[in-house]
């Protein structure tokens, strides 16, 4: 890992990385809570190396020319591609809609679905314990003084862990991208059809279990008066409803010579309420296919026990 603090060093790097395929990054930010400052740049080239030519940490913490010019050379260049956890966080410093080609692994984790990745939160910690061999991870030093200078031991090995997590995570989640997205054009239906049918059994008794157990909580919980369990909060809220008739609200924006032009939504019972008199009615008529699959029964006298999706 290279902690470099001289202007002259970071500027010879960044010129350096603008030639990058890939860039694993982070940001530490000084009074994040109040007036935040950009304190360091945390800069990962290769995935599976944390060795002093693959790790730089940028300190440029009120030297705003510095971090022009990292978003010039860098984030606007879109032959890089930037890998960031939370993305929209870091690029608030880093150049905003300036930035171009920018991976974000928390959008690509949440897009995975969650039998393929069961984790209880989308946290970096999180999801480096999950996919990587990762354990123990200490965030402590994320909500430290990063406005301090010198930085501690505990930061500088703190802020180059972040990038080897993300790095870890980022190779993780390509790996299951095929798994979640895949071709339909080769999906072997057969197979997919087979495993459908071995879990929606269990799937519609565990919904079903969960539902009730749901309901019984909520009753449970109202009828003893009690607010919140070690393991549920119960609240409530108050849902407002303004109904006019057609007829009224007619009425009142001829009176009022207001002017309200909005498309409606004719449902097949105001069609039937119009009658033959729908054809006076100037109209766009939208069309929309929508697909379901419904399970066939092995025998064909029987209804399918699976539900349909």
Known sequence: ???????????????????????????????????????????????????????????????????????????????????????NYDLKFLG?????????????????????????????????????????????????????????EKQLEYAQMDVVYLAQIHQCLLKLQPLAAPDPTTEDLNKLATRYQEIAH????????????????KQAMKTQHVDQTDSFKLSSSQRKTLKTTFAQLSEFVQTQNLELDFPLTLTQALQKQLGETIQQLPTQEENTTVWRLIPKAKDHNSESEFPPF
């Open 202 to 217: 269990q799937w519609k008794q565990l919904d079903s279990e969960i539902t009730h157990i749901q309901d019984r909580l």
């Open 96 to 152: 905003k809609k300036q930035s171009k080609n920018v991976t974000c692994t928390l959008v690509m984790a949440k897009k995975i679905p969650y039998y393929l990745l069961p984790v209880p939160n989308y946290q970096l910690k999180t999801l480096a314990t999950q996919l990587g061999d990762f354990t123990n991870i200490d965030k402590q030093e994320q909500s430290s003084d990063w406005g301090q200078r010198p930085l501690t």
């Open 1 to 87: 890992m290279s902690y470099l603090t001289a202007p002259e060093s970071i500027k010879a790097v960044i010129y350096q990385l603008s030639s990058a395929q890939t860039l694993w990054l982070d940001t530490e930010v000084a009074d994040y809570k109040n007036k935040p400052r950009l304190s360091l740049i945390q800069v990962l080239t290769t995935p599976n190396e944390i060795k002093s030519d693959h790790l730089y940490l940028f300190d440029v913490l009120d030297q705003p020319e510095l971090t022009t010019l990292f978003i010039e050379n860098i984030m606007a260049n879109p032959a890089i591609e930037k890998v960031f956890h939370n993305a």
